[in-house]
Nanobody, 112 residues
Framework: QVQLVESGGGLVQAGGSLRLSCTAS????????MYWYRQAPGKQREFVAL???????NYADSVKGRFTISSDNAKNTVYLQMNSLKPEDTAVYYC??????WGRGTQVTVSS
């Protein structure tokens, strides 16, 4: 089964940027949709963004205009470019697809 590994998290000041990567151990070419989710301490995991195999995207209202999801099938990687970060973006970020298991996530911490 294809495994997902997230990376690129870290500590950044408010207003800064990070780019997260989600690399699959196998081909994502046939996967119809890939998601980014996040989970803040004490809160439920929430939807952040998705990208379909056709390149269509959708975003949570809270990140619209600041985050951009993209994919590189040749590298079996999905990205999440995060700009204008806010302290409320602090969370563990996960990539996922309905046919795959959750990865371990990558921690994003935004300081005020």
């Amino acid at each position: 089964q294809v495994q997902l590994v997230e990376s690129g998290g870290g500590l950044v000041q408010a207003g800064g940027s990070l780019r997260l990567s989600c690399t699959a151990s196998g081909s994502i070419f046939s996967i119809s949709v890939m998601y980014w989710y996040r989970q803040a301490p004490g809160k439920q995991r929430e939807f952040v963004a998705l990208i379909t195999s056709g390149g269509n995207t959708n975003y949570a209202d809270s990140v619209k205009g600041r985050f951009t999801i993209s994919s590189d099938n040749a590298k079996n990687t999905v990205y999440l470019q995060m700009n204008s970060l806010k302290p409320e973006d602090t969370a563990v970020y996960y990539c996922w697809s309905p046919t795959l298991s959750w990865g371990r996530g990558t921690q994003v911490t935004v300081s005020s």
